[in-house]
């Protein structure tokens, strides 16, 4: 299987995660998928990560390709029915994926926003992305983090990491104390520090 990814990507970032946990290969092909018009072939929203199966067909986008690694690794990083709560768990791990990634879009927006050519980028944007980054984090410094980490906890990581990747600025940790001691435990486990941003 091949990944279109990018070492900055916090969406490709949970892919490789779950990938190197599960002892999955995958040919990783870096693009800028921003410039990288060859990429609108194999995924017409000319987005990463976008993963290529052994017969040509293409998966994205990053919960598909989670998932899919996931059922055909063995994995249990998307919990399944529960015979006496049926399906809580499968829910927190999928809603909690969706605020790890909704925190990821914001940070990505706002870094679209300050690199535009035009230098100052779109004032309302980028304060419109900065309210979401600030009101997410204030939102997962009230989860209950699970122990055994699912695609909830692998999803919030990768957008911490993005954070502290491209708004270094972002003083986040000292108001959300408890956030800041999960996420730095989490950044001890060997897949985190193999797919660190670049
Ligand atoms: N919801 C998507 C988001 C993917 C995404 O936005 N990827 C960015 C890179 S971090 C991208 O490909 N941007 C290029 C573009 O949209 O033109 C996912 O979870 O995979």
Known sequence: MKLYSNQASPYARKVRIIAHELGLKLEVIDVQART????????????????????????????????Y?????????FPGMNIWKQNSGRWKALGLQALGDGLADAAVGFRHEITQPEASGNPHHIARHMATVHA???????????????????SVACALGYIDFRMPDLDWKASRPNLAAWYAKFCEYPAMKATAPA
Do not use: H, M
């Open 69 to 77: 690694l996931n059922q055909i690794g063995g994995g249990k990083f």
């Open 136 to 154: 997410g984090l204030d939102a997962l410094e009230k989860v209950k983090f699970a122990k055994d980490p699912t695609i909830g906890e692998i």
């Open 36 to 67: 990288d018009e060859s990429l609108r072939r194999v995924n017409p929203l000319k987005q990463i990560p976008t993963l290529i199966l052994d017969d040509g067909s293409s998966l994205f986008d990053s919960p598909v390709i989670c998932e």
